[in-house]
């Protein structure tokens, strides 16, 4: 009987000592689950963008052209990914290293693999704000554009002096710049000169209501007319609260059949930007936008006008003045004469003060 006992007991010792055994390997195992469990969620769903900047985002430009390696060269760059290893990792599982969709993405402090992933592989690009003003040539103009989204500056360049091209939308070579009406525009980075044309287009046809379409007809002036016009009002003043009253002066002198002899379109003609005084001497100068030697308004406006002063010709003043010239200072706002005895006694005044000033060109 002690024989017996003494076996079954060792039995049972062996038994117990596998289940403590199969037990410890199952709390292994699942320990070594949930810690590799543990470090894919890290690496997938914790923060891994930092930046360092007040507001805590940061813009990334991801070309047509660009590679897995390029965004990685720019993130990396700016030391935007913490763990550099697990977004390479997330990437590439979700196969967004193989295809890369252009455009600017803003990402904000605190993004996960999974979040930041996501975003870029969707192509949720965010707009950027698309702002020109008191731009002159069109060369000056595709240079600006193209400092602000995805396009070439010669290919837009070339479109704007396509005449074909501006022939499909209602204008002339010359007149094109009337279709660009300065605002604030949200467009996404990487939209085509193509697109750009169309979307300003549509836009120029929002601007253009029946009401401002009514007072310009009131006037005797097309769109594009108003927008020349506009142009030249835009480089006499930068204040808005006389270019009605300017806008009024032209109106009449036209109205009269007289020639504009606005300054503006003659530094336009000559290309001379940095003229301050415009000499007897330069008012022969042979050109359709010299408006002191031919009568009407020039071919095309000699710059893109803000709206205010496209505003002012639709809204001009009616009032009897034919003339005007700046006053003697700095402000910027003129004297008004009704007559050629008015405007003498008003340009001497400022020839003095430029003598004073010398200011001789």
């Not at 076996?7 to 410890?24: G, L, Q």
């Not at 870029?120 to 000056?140: E, S």
């Not at 002096?161 to 604030?184: C, H, Q, V």
């Not at 032209?250 to 005084?277: C, E, S, V």
């Amino acid at each position: 009987m002690a024989y017996y006992h003494s076996n079954y007991s060792n039995t049972r010792k062996k038994k117990s000592k596998f289940r403590n055994t199969v037990r410890i390997l199952i709390i292994l195992l699942i320990l070594g689950l949930s810690g590799g469990a543990y470090f894919v969620y890290q690496a997938i769903f914790s923060a891994n963008v930092w930046i360092a900047n007040e507001k805590g985002e940061f813009n990334i430009y991801i070309k047509p052209t660009d590679t897995f390696e390029d965004l990685k060269k720019q993130l990396y760059a700016n030391g935007l990914i913490i763990h550099r290893a697990n977004f390479e990792y997330w990437a590439k599982y979700k196969n967004y290293d193989q295809k890369l969709k252009p455009g600017m993405y803003k990402i904000n402090n605190g993004l996960s693999n999974e979040d930041l992933i996501n975003k870029l592989r969707a192509g949720d690009q965010d707009p950027v704000r698309l702002i020109f003003n008191n731009i002159r040539l069109k060369k000056d103009f595709a240079a600006k554009i193209s400092e602000l989204i995805y396009v070439d500056s010669t290919e837009l360049l070339k479109m704007l002096n396509d005449s074909l091209l501006s022939s499909k939308y209602g204008f002339s070579s010359e007149t094109f710049k009337s279709m660009f009406i300065p605002n604030t525009y949200f467009v996404n980075w990487n939209t085509s000169a193509e697109k750009f044309i169309e979307r300003m287009n549509y836009e120029y046809k929002q601007f253009w209501t029946e009401e401002r379409l009514k007072k310009a007809q009131a006037h005797d002036l097309s769109p594009i007319e108003v927008s020349i016009l506009a142009s030249i009002i835009e480089k006499e003043t930068q204040q808005n609260a006389e270019k009605a009253t300017i806008a009024g002066v032209y109106l009449n002198r036209l109205k009269r059949g007289w020639r504009l002899q606005a300054d503006p379109t003659l530094i336009y003609a000559l290309g001379d930007f940095t003229i301050k005084r415009v000499l007897t001497e330069y008012m022969n100068f042979n050109s359709p936008y010299n408006t002191y030697k031919y009568t009407g308004l020039p071919p095309g406006p000699i710059c893109i006008p803000s709206i205010s002063s496209i505003d002012a010709v639709l809204t001009a003043e009616d009032h009897s003045f034919f003339y005007f010239c700046a006053k003697p200072d700095y402000s910027g706002f003129h004297n008004f004469a009704k007559n050629n005895i008015g405007h003498n006694i008003n340009a001497q005044a400022y020839r003095r003060f430029l003598n004073r000033e010398r200011i001789f060109k």
